[in-house]
């Protein structure tokens, strides 16, 4: 066996197995099949939904702890979570972790860092690092903001790049520098990349209340109450007060819903999601809700009175998470009406504890 000698001195395998896109039952087979026939590195990640089969199947090998390299990956929306280290040894049913990555640059990854560094502290995790980074991602663009380019100029510059890179862009100006950028984008674009953070608040709170609302009136509904969501309850009060009334009445109208009062449709194989979540609230909402059931296969969707509008498959959803590389997209988007799921559910059009639309209703 080949092995890699990672910057602290440990050593990684050069050859495992990898569990994207497998059930929790292809998972558990396919890693015991794997670790008997020699294998010792495992990957696997929050966002698999696989990890509790990952565990099984280390632990029914017989093989000792310290022989197999366990590698997985903290998903955006847990990045806030101080837990999030902790539930995912839970979930693996392990005292440590090998390799624990960022799995995207996206959402507060410099929060997720620090909980990786605080558990490698600890001694629960060995080594940490990044997937799907590149050193050029941030790094350009900040080099673009500092160059005292006219506004003019610097806008039609940092035009050629995605709303979710300037929004990933903003954690590393300061409050002073945002002002500025926010000018020269304009609020079309500024409510663009309000939609691509993770944790809003700490930007609202830089905006005055009338800039804010005209910030949130730009942005659709759903992205608008996520924004909103962890402000005290006085700051989003004044910044709704702001909107004008058709978009105070779709904003109020997301807020008032509350998880405990609709409860939960969990059961042994789906869960129901809302049709106006984005791709990556869906992933969110997945992750949470999974966290007591690995052995979720099917996603049932459904509209805004919570009647059936159609299914997707657990590995559709991830594959086109990974391939749109735009995980705020709308699950409306990338999901048609299921004509023949919506005659099979004829008489039962109402499906219960759906939950409420938005990334961080778990908390984070």
């Not at 565990?55 to 837990?83: C, H, V």
């Not at 959402?107 to 690092?129: D, F, P, S, T, W």
């Not at 009175?305 to 991830?318: Q, R, S, T």
Request: hydrophobic fraction near 35%.
């Amino acid at each position: 066996m080949e092995y890699a000698t990672l910057n602290n001195g440990i050593k990684m395998p050069m050859a495992g197995i990898g569990t994207f896109l497998l059930t929790p039952d292809e998972a558990e087979t396919s890693v015991l099949s794997a670790l008997q026939c020699g294998y010792r590195l495992i990957d696997t990640a929050n966002a698999y939904v696989n990890e509790k089969a990952v565990g099984r199947a280390m632990r029914k090998s017989g093989i000792p702890r310290d022989e197999i390299f366990l590698e997985t990956k903290l998903w955006p929306s847990f990045y806030e979570q101080e837990d999030a280290v902790e539930k995912t040894l839970q979930r693996l049913g392990t005292d440590y972790i090998d390799l624990l990555l960022i799995h995207q640059p996206a959402g507060n990854y410099v929060a997720g860092y620090r909980l990786m560094e605080k558990a490698y502290k600890e001694g629960k995790v060995r080594a940490i690092g990044l997937s799907n980074f590149t050193p050029e991602q941030v790094q350009e663009i900040l080099d673009i903001i500092h160059s005292g380019l006219p506004q003019a100029e610097l806008a039609e510059k940092l035009s050629d790049y995605h709303e979710n890179d300037l929004a990933d862009a903003l954690t590393a100006l300061t409050p002073e520098e945002r002002q500025k950028l926010y000018t020269v984008l304009g609020v079309d674009t500024v409510a663009e990349i309000f939609s691509y953070l993770d944790d809003a608040e700490p930007y609202l709170k830089e905006l005055d209340p009338e800039r804010a609302a005209r910030v949130i009136s730009h942005m659709d509904s759903d992205d608008a109450v996520d924004a909103l969501d962890d402000l005290e309850e006085d700051d989003k009060a004044e910044i709704v007060h702001q909107l004008d009334k058709d978009a105070a009445d779709d904003v109020k109208l997301l807020l008032s819903y509350h998880e405990d009062e609709i409860g939960s449709c969990m059961t042994t194989n789906y869960i129901c999601i809302r049709r106006d979540m984005t791709i990556r609230q869906a992933m969110s909402e997945l992750v949470k809700q999974a966290g007591e059931n690995d052995n979720i296969s099917t996603l049932y969707v459904v509209d805004e009175n919570e009647h059936f509008y159609g299914a997707i498959d657990l590995k559709d959803l991830i594959v086109e998470d990974q391939r749109l590389n735009r995980p705020h997209r709308g699950l409306r988007r990338a999901l048609a009406p299921c004509p023949e799921r919506q005659r099979e559910a004829a008489g039962h059009h109402h499906l219960g504890g759906c939950g409420r639309a938005g990334g961080r209703r778990d908390g984070r």
